[in-house]
């Protein structure tokens, strides 16, 4: 038996440009109305992210090049894992 406890917190060791291959952002400009998504995998990433605290992830418009910013939370967690044989 085994127990995980605490929450993670402070910054990811080591991210500079923190990817999460898989995931894509979907957007729609304020400005010109334009949809368009940012997949973070590679040269769009997370830039010294915090977890379990609120930071601004910037991005633009490819049509209009409106700029702006919205808020994100990177949450990390760690979980016992169902149906994978034990290997002692």
């Not at 605290?53 to 409106?66: D, I, L, M, N, R």
Request: charged letters at 25%; glycine letters at 10%; a negative charge.
């Amino acid at each position: 038996m085994f127990e995980i406890v605490g929450e993670t917190s402070g910054e990811v060791s080591g991210a500079k440009r923190f990817k999460l291959p898989g995931v894509t952002i979907k957007f729609k400009c304020p400005n010109c109305g334009h949809d368009f998504e940012q997949e973070l995998n590679g040269h769009h990433y997370l830039d010294y992210p915090q977890m379990n605290k609120a930071f601004q992830y910037g991005t633009g418009c490819p049509e209009c090049e409106h700029e702006w910013q919205i808020p994100l939370i990177l949450k990390v967690s760690l979980e016992e894992a169902d149906g994978i044989p034990d290997s002692s």
